[in-house]
């Protein structure tokens, strides 16, 4: 397996969109996720796909706003977050851990080993 490296993050205006991708090749039969963390909180799990059909699951917070998807050749994970607001500020990480399973749990980001550096994600008022 390679290292997970996020990109895409940045500063948008609340109402606005980013697209964040996880570089994440070899991964195959990992549950693959994307997790945040708010300056001065605990992470917190946004959504991840379960293997091995992709099918996603969302944190209640993110619903109807967030999608999850991985390209064809299952290298890249993608976020497309819409609609953000400033409750959606801080620095999102991809992370991966074997699936599927118990441990792929959104309120559970310590089942999770291996995490991408983090990209910073800006939304003002």
């Known amino acids: 397996q390679g290292l997970l490296a996020e990109s895409g993050g940045g500063s948008v205006q609340t109402g606005g969109s980013l697209r964040l991708s996880c570089a994440a090749s070899g991964y195959n039969g990992y549950c693959m996720g994307w997790f945040r963390q708010a300056p001065g909180k605990e992470p917190e799990g946004v959504a991840y796909?379960?293997?091995?059909?992709?099918?996603?699951h969302y944190a209640d917070s993110v619903k109807g706003r967030f999608t999850i998807s991985q390209d064809a050749a299952k290298t890249t994970l993608y976020l497309q977050m819409s609609s953000l607001t400033p409750e959606d500020t801080g620095i999102y990480s991809c992370a991966v851990v074997p699936g599927p399973g118990s441990r792929c749990a959104l309120d559970k980001p310590e089942n999770w080993p291996s995490w991408g550096p983090g990209t910073f994600v800006t939304v003002s008022s």
């Open positions: 796909l379960d293997p091995p059909h992709g099918v996603p």
